[in-house]
């Protein structure tokens, strides 16, 4: 069986999506839901997920535990709290007593919306940072390739706390440029605490025209940097149907690791995001 590590659901009648702006993600801007996302799912042999967060509005956490307690396919959730919060330990208690509360994995923030690239090196960010760890929780990072820099230093000073880099730092695969972007990826996969996700990348490539072949040079780096156990399969539906269906997400990143072995595929698709969420 297969974990999809990186998935979103939404519900516009709940709240906006403030991020779905423009002609380009017009197609997303309607409800997708665990009952839309389940037989996709499952049809292609995937028996466990991990919810990500979308927005950063502090209700939506619950929200998501909720629908994991409800949902035998999401096994983890990626929530999102203030990291600058000062009583955010007592916040990150809270989360876990909720409805569903032990399915919270991780925490996420939208940093590749902040305008400081340093944004995950300020004092406050380092404290909330160090307070997830001693959750027992990881770091999920949503980053552009210019932050990479920071998140290594981040994951450096923070050795106790598990990285967990998103969409391999999306890397500019439609422009065909691989620097600085390679260079910043393998210095975070250096430090022993971060892994990646095989995820995303449909979206950085040619919505309209990507192949595997457009997206195996970032791929194989990935491999290379980070090791098949620290690398996990996300699909970031339904994100990635701009570009791609469920099944086409999935059938890329395995023709893209068709040459491990076949233990080394099942870390990919199974075994890492098991040991890293804790599923």
């Known amino acids: ?29 309607r409800n997708f839901t665990i009952a839309d996302l389940g037989p996709e799912a499952r049809a292609a042999g995937v028996d466990r997920t991990v919810l990500v967060q979308t927005v950063t509005v502090p209700e939506e956490t619950p929200e998501f535990l909720a629908l994991a307690a409800a949902h035998d396919l999401i096994a983890g959730v990626v929530g999102w709290t203030d990291l600058t919060c000062r009583d955010i330990a007592d916040e990150l208690a809270r989360l876990r007593e909720l409805p569903g509360g032990h399915h919270l994995k991780g925490i996420r923030h939208q940093v590749q919306g902040e305008p400081d690239p340093e944004w ?6 380092h404290r909330g940072l160090a307070a997830v760890a001693d959750a027992g929780l990881v770091y999920d990072l949503v980053v552009l390739p210019h932050q990479l820099p920071a998140c290594a230093k981040a994951a ?4 106790q706390l598990t990285f967990v880099l998103d969409h391999l ?19 975070l996969a250096a430090l ?21 072949d ?3 040079p970032c791929a194989e780096v990935a491999l290379d940097a980070f090791g098949p156990g620290r690398l996990m399969f996300g699909s970031d539906w339904p994100v990635c149907t701009l570009a791609a269906t469920y099944d086409e997400v999935l059938d890329a990143a395995q023709e893209v690791t068709a040459g491990l072995s076949r233990s080394e595929r099942t870390q990919v698709f199974e075994g890492t995001a098991i040991r890293v969420y804790d599923l």
């Open 1 to 29: 069986m297969t974990v999809d590590a990186h998935h979103h659901v939404w519900d516009l009648s709940v709240r906006d999506q403030d991020w779905l702006t423009g002609p380009g993600l017009r197609p997303l801007r």
């Open 120 to 125: 995950l090196l300020r004092p406050d960010v």
């Open 156 to 159: 450096a000073e923070l050795p």
């Open 169 to 187: 730092g999306k890397p500019p695969i439609a422009a065909h440029a691989r620097e600085p972007w390679e260079t910043s990826l393998r210095a």
């Open 192 to 212: 022993p605490n971060t892994v990646a996700k095989l995820s995303g990348l449909v979206t950085e490539a040619d919505f309209a025209a990507w192949t595997t």
């Open 214 to 216: 457009d997206l195996r």
